[in-house]
């Protein structure tokens, strides 16, 4: 299966629909009136649908097994066609696109089933996805006319001892989303050098990765956090739960978010891996930020 440990849980619904045809108006008549022999096609139909749901994981290889919250379904008469909509909702990191499809595939096969001792021209068709949200591509960023700056405090890297990994790790992630003008230093752990980089930046986004935990030079947090105009405390806190979950010692970061002179401002672990999984934590979400400093709405 797919790797969705890096994604992040939010509110996942989507819709699919199937439609199955019959061939004659009586046949209509007896599902409405509840006289088809098998018994009630539409009650039958819906119990079978919600159990597709749940199975999707255990037919699908590729599908991962979710907490299903909702399932909804519908039916449509519209002449000798019957419109099944089938609606799901979960709260994880993945989306329930093929769970509607299959849930929607499975009411119409039951309704197939119980309708073909009265009538053999029953027939499925357009079975599809009608709408999504949630997830990355339900937040498309607009990241255009947004620069980052990007600067790596760390001692060894500076004096060539070490490659940076952090830093380029942080220059892709923004890439992937359109963000591609992005300066790049490094620096030692310096309180002088972070504030001179703070303060002769005129990035949208600047980033500082290393330095944030507790060891006698890590002095990146305790250098930024009087710059700032204000405190973004939910991305500090979403960065930390983020790490939190995936790594115990994430407790001991002290990663920064805030805003100074309309510039975003984050500092964040100095490991590849930590660096990457608070890029995963706040984005795309944090461009936002940069609609509100312009006089936006948060909704």
């Not at 909702?70 to 000798?80: M, S």
């Not at 849930?103 to 001792?117: F, H, I, N, R």
Request: aromatic content about 4%; proline content about 5%; overall charge neutral.
């Amino acid at each position: 299966m797919v790797d969705i440990t890096h994604k992040s849980t939010t509110l996942r619904v989507a819709t699919a629909q199937a439609i199955v045809r019959v061939s004659k108006e009586e046949t209509i008549q007896s599902i409405k009136e509840n006289r088809v022999p098998k018994g009630s096609v539409l009650d039958m139909a819906k119990a079978a649908g919600l159990l597709g749901v749940k199975k999707t994981s255990e037919l699908l290889p590729d599908c991962h097994p979710l907490p299903i919250e909702f399932t909804g379904i519908e039916y449509e008469f519209d002449g000798l066609e019957i419109r099944v909509l089938m609606t799901v909702k979960t709260i994880y990191k993945t989306g329930v696109e093929v769970e509607a499809m299959h849930g929607a595939s499975v009411v119409a096969l039951t309704m197939y089933d119980m309708l073909k001792p009265i009538d053999k021209g029953v027939e499925i068709s357009n079975i599809k996805l009608l709408t999504k949200k949630g997830g990355k591509s339900d937040r498309n960023p607009n990241t255009s006319g947004l620069s980052a700056h990007i600067v790596v405090c760390s001692d060894s890297i500076a004096r060539g001892e070490k490659e940076d990994r952090a830093g380029k790790a942080i220059q892709a992630k923004l890439a992937s989303y359109g963000l591609t003008q992005s300066s790049y230093q490094i620096i030692p752990d310096d309180p002088d050098k972070i504030r001179n980089e703070l303060e002769n930046s005129d990035a949208s986004l600047v980033i500082f990765t290393g330095g944030t935990g507790a060891g006698p030079r890590d002095s990146t947090p305790d250098t930024l956090v009087p710059m700032l105009d204000t405190r973004l405390d939910g991305v500090e806190e979403t960065m930390r739960r983020y790490g939190q979950d995936r790594m115990p010692f994430a407790m001991l970061s002290r990663s920064v978010a805030g805003i100074r002179n309309q510039q975003v401002v984050l500092a964040v672990p100095g490991s590849t891996n930590g660096a990457t999984e608070a890029m995963d934590a706040v984005l795309p979400g944090l461009f936002h930020v940069f609609h509100v400093l312009k006089g936006g709405r948060h909704d």
